[in-house]
């Protein structure tokens, strides 16, 4: 019986130690910066949470209001937070081990 406790403690441990690594996954993705562009005259800046921090309009993009522009802030946006999806998704299964765990992540 007390290799039962044993156990139950090392899956404890084990526990405490994924919450831990998980807590400074999510701190590392909020504080990441991750861009996407799109008609090389809009970037779209989101931290690893798919969050929008930033829209920069180079020169020479389509006339503010246009929509052109419009589009082109959206693909950016878009961009981006594919590219902090696609981040957030490796990182997590580094913390996992691949395993999906739905509510924790």
Avoid: W, Y
Avoid at 59 to 69: F, T
Wanted: some cysteine; proline content about 3%; hydrophobic content about 40%.
């Amino acid at each position: 019986m007390s290799g039962s406790f044993g156990e139950m403690g090392n899956l404890l441990a084990q526990a405490q130690k994924m919450q831990k690594s998980l807590e400074e996954a999510r701190e590392e993705l909020r504080d990441a910066r991750i861009e996407g562009g799109a008609g090389g005259t809009c970037r779209a800046t989101v931290d690893g949470m798919g969050n929008l921090h930033s829209v920069a309009i180079a020169e020479g993009a389509p006339a503010p209001g246009s929509d052109d522009l419009n589009e082109l802030v959206l693909l950016a946006v878009q961009a981006a937070q594919r590219q902090a999806q696609k981040q957030h998704e490796e990182r997590m299964a580094k913390v996992t081990g691949g395993m999906n765990l739905p509510g924790l992540l």
